[in-house]
């Protein structure tokens, strides 16, 4: 693999998140959203992911362009929840299969453990089986399956919950937020 940088993202890389998301949008089902969206969009995304303390990460190779994206937030949003953390990650179309999703995603527990979460849970459409092989060689384990909870391209979709525990304390930090 080439040299490929994770980064923290900027206003400046919205344009190529929002290509990358689209893509995604349109071509798999990775996102269950149905609906393109602008750069306008993203950089208010990034802006919010940034309010709520969260990362969000790009992965740029050698040459200066965007190939991926990710990041985490709330997985409920609920107090109770405020421990577990749910992550995306994304890779430019023609950068899949190249290991950049999972220098991102050890990225992405890394600020977790760094923000003092406890859960990082995936959520992985059940016939995406290169992502579901990926979380689980990163220590992810299956822990759920909700059978057609969703629906693109005139088809039900199953959807795979996995999980990895990050820091594997018994008890709480109960002042955290």
């Not at 899949?96 to 959520?123: P, S, T």
């Not at 990926?134 to 992810?140: A, S, V």
């Amino acid at each position: 693999m080439s040299e490929i940088t994770i980064r923290d993202a900027t206003p400046d890389d919205m344009e190529a998140v929002c290509a990358i998301y689209n893509d995604a949008v349109a071509n798999t089902t990775a996102i269950w959203n149905e609906v393109l969206v602008d750069v306008d969009n993203r950089k208010d995304w990034l802006a919010a992911r940034r309010k709520a303390g969260f990362p969000v990460l790009v992965a740029q190779d050698e040459a200066g362009a965007v190939v991926g994206y990710a990041s985490f937030g709330d997985w409920r949003a609920f107090d109770g929840y405020r421990h577990t953390v749910e992550h995306s990650v994304y890779i430019r179309n023609d950068q899949r299969g190249r290991g950049i999703a999972g220098l991102m995603m050890q990225a992405l527990i890394e600020r977790a453990r760094d923000l003092n979460k406890h859960i990082m849970v995936g959520a992985i459409e059940a016939g995406n089986a290169s992502s579901i092989r990926l979380h689980e060689k990163l220590g992810f384990e299956q822990v759920g399956l909700m059978k057609e909870v969703g629906m693109k391209f005139g088809k039900w979709l199953d959807l795979v919950f996995m999980q990895l525990n990050i820091d594997h304390r018994s008890t709480p930090d109960v002042a955290q937020r």
